[in-house]
């Protein structure tokens, strides 16, 4: 079983600033790795998938690095509707044995 | 517009059965991969299981493997999953999630609203 460790938990920005979240696997994942955003009482939204590739219709200051055990996501400028908790994910298992990180919540400082 | 709705959560009594449904619509329901991911109160996210686009491949998380039965009726656009022997650790929000660009394993690009299920005496 492939573990994500995301850090840190709880990150405190301010609106404006860039913030950067980070999401480590126990095993190489390659680059099958994303990135999904959740608010309060709703359902989780992708962002970033193949460690890099922003979907459809997501903002660019929104970015994803990374390969291998190591990822990264950033957001440039933080805006108000951004405060929320962030995930990973990898899919890089064959059978598909999928995994998510614990989560970070980005809240307003 | 493309659509996932869930339907069939509520409250269970432990060791008792449920059936969620997601009605899928939008897009050709018999190309994509399905997933059923579940979030307890309070909590992440967890991967439940996977069914491939002709039912072919079928996995399971071991927490719920050899209790939960995902399935599917493409003709229907309706993606399943039984749920028996339920404990009070399965009470979550349970979410059907699309496999992006027809693949057998991805990321996810498409969920739907949840539906909650609540296992207690």
């Known amino acids: 079983e492939i573990v994500m460790t995301q850090s840190p938990a709880t990150l405190s920005v301010s609106p404006g600033e860039r913030a950067t979240l980070s999401c480590r696997a126990s095993q190489s994942v390659s680059s099958n790795l994303a990135w999904y955003q959740q608010k309060p009482g709703q359902a989780p939204r992708l962002l970033i998938y193949g460690a890099s590739t922003r979907a459809t219709g997501i903002p660019a200051r929104f970015s994803g690095s990374g390969s291998g055990t190591e990822f990264t996501l950033t957001i440039s400028s933080l805006q108000s509707e951004d405060f929320a908790v962030y995930y990973c994910q990898q899919y890089n298992n064959w059978p598909p044995l999928y995994s998510f990180g614990q989560g970070t919540k980005l809240e307003i400082k | 517009e493309v659509q996932l709705v869930e339907s069939g959560g509520g409250l269970v009594k432990p060791g008792g059965s449920l059936r969620l449904s997601c009605a899928a619509s939008?897009?050709?329901?018999?190309?994509?991969?399905m997933n059923w991911v579940r979030q307890a109160p309070g909590k992440g996210l967890e991967w439940v299981s996977s069914?491939?686009?002709?039912?072919?491949?079928?996995y399971y998380a071991d927490s719920v493997k050899g209790r939960f039965t995902i399935s599917r009726d493409n003709a229907k656009n309706s993606l399943y999953l039984q749920m028996n022997s339920l404990r009070a650790e399965d009470t979550a929000v349970y979410y059907c999630?699309?496999?992006?660009?027809?693949?057998?394993?991805?990321?996810?690009?498409?969920w739907g609203q949840g539906t909650m299920v609540t296992v207690s005496s």
């Open positions: 069914i491939s686009s002709s039912s072919s491949y079928i």
């Open positions: 939008g897009f050709t329901f018999s190309s994509y991969s």
């Open positions: 999630a699309r496999v992006q660009l027809e693949r057998l394993r991805g990321a996810f690009d498409i």
